[in-house]
């Protein structure tokens, strides 16, 4: 049965809520996807959603509309959904409310350069789309048991939806889209905090939901460790600059040079993702934030950083990236001491791997694929919605990705 727990749809407890709260909380979040929809609309109308074809993005409608299929999908279509993890995700599924909504919207169908060239429906039958299925989902909620196996969809289908909310926000920085977001105010700068060493749980046990990938449970042993307090600022990131840190491949490992070199063929990359200009006496930096130039106080996280110039400042300051076990304890423990997190996503040390004893849910396409190819992040961002800043979730993306709300802290060697 889910726990009790506090009656905000904004804490990380969402996690254990019954049906109320779920309810609740899935109706956020379709209102927020469908305030973001309305922003795109007003900045891309002209051009019918056209946004370039590259990697990091998807077309905007498509995202929109494979947010409503997966609720749907797994929801309304799935006669196992009570099943939770017991599910059989080959099972036979109910027709669409939307004809072609498997043709446009299967991500495991429909490869990410295709996407370009669907005819995709117009805004309106998408918003449509949205409210139906939000409509239908809402229905079978009332009917399901308050039991984990029961609601485990209800509640990957409200991550889901943050976790898209989250890409169409960056995907507004990556295209230039004024949103009127900004991220918080820098906080104090405190001195690095000396861990003791510990035998840690990691996936504690509970009941509720969790993603494959943070399962099984198992004890690792983590020595002491020294971490930085918060994410590495402005400031700090500024002085690897003006030391030529972008000029001396002896900091790089060898694919993290070869991409910088990429990048400096392309639009002569001399510093993070989106700087324009970086001030070597006074800390500060002019980085377009949301398609308007910005002063970012060089207190604040540096962000939009890859893993490869995460770890190329780690190598120039003397430091480490953080394995992902140390940033766990460090947040669950070091909190009261001064440690901060939740304002960029903090790039790992540690390569996305299973746990041991890993079994996939569902949801096949969510962690496996991406084993061994990619980087963790823990934490969390000034965009992610505040039910998803779990210390234990893991987040992950190819190393050279810097369009995320990224940035990193260290550990001392």
């Not at 469908?34 to 946004?51: D, G, S």
């Not at 498997?102 to 490869?111: F, G, L, P, T």
């Amino acid at each position: 049965m889910p726990a009790t727990l506090s009656s905000s749809i904004d804490s990380p407890d969402m996690r254990r809520a019954g049906r109320e709260l779920l309810s609740l909380a899935l109706m956020d979040a379709r209102n927020h996807t469908l305030h973001l929809m309305a922003q795109y609309e007003k900045a891309l109308a002209a051009v019918r959603f056209a946004v370039p074809c590259v990697p990091e993005l998807n077309p905007p409608l498509w995202e929109l509309g494979h947010i409503g299929w997966f609720q749907e999908w797994w929801l309304g279509r799935n006669l196992q959904r009570q099943r939770g993890m017991a599910c059989d995700p080959a099972a036979a599924r109910l027709a669409s409310i939307e004809p072609g909504a498997d043709r446009w919207w299967n991500s495991s169908r429909v490869a990410h350069d295709r996407r370009w060239t669907l005819d995709l429906p117009e805004p309106d039958r998408i918003r449509r789309y949205l409210l139906d299925t939000l409509e239908s989902t809402l229905e079978l909620l009332e009917k399901a048991p308050e039991e984990d196996a029961a609601l485990y969809f209800y509640r990957l289908a409200l991550f889901h939806e943050d976790m898209h909310g989250e890409a169409l926000i960056y995907m507004a920085q990556t295209l230039g889209l004024p949103l009127g977001l900004s991220p918080p105010a820098p906080g104090p700068v405190r001195e690095p905090l000396l861990v003791p060493a510990t035998r840690w749980q990691v996936d504690s046990a509970g009941g509720g939901f969790t993603f494959d990938n943070e399962r099984q449970p198992h004890e690792v042993q983590v020595p002491e460790f020294e971490i930085d307090a918060q994410p590495v600022t402005w400031a700090q990131y500024v002085e690897f600059v003006d030391d030529g840190g972008y000029d001396r491949p002896e900091l790089w490992q060898p694919p993290g040079w070869q991409w910088l070199q990429a990048r400096v063929a392309d639009d002569g990359r001399r510093g993070p993702r989106y700087v324009e200009r970086i001030g070597v006496a006074s800390g500060a930096v002019l980085q377009t934030r949301f398609g308007t130039r910005r002063h970012v106080p060089g207190a604040q996280p540096v962000m939009h950083v890859s893993w490869w110039e995460a770890d190329a400042w780690c190598r120039w300051a003397g430091r480490r990236l953080p394995a992902e076990v140390e940033w766990e304890v460090a947040a669950h423990t070091a909190a009261r001491r001064g440690l901060r997190w939740g304002e960029v996503w903090e790039w790992m040390g540690t390569t996305f791997r299973a746990y041991p004893g890993f079994t996939a849910d569902p949801y096949r396409d969510y962690s496996e694929p991406w084993f061994g190819t990619h980087k963790v992040l823990r934490g969390a961002s000034f965009a992610t919605r505040a039910r998803m800043k779990h210390p234990r979730y893991r987040n992950f993306y190819l190393p050279g990705r810097d369009d995320i709300f990224s940035g990193f802290r260290s550990c001392a060697l």
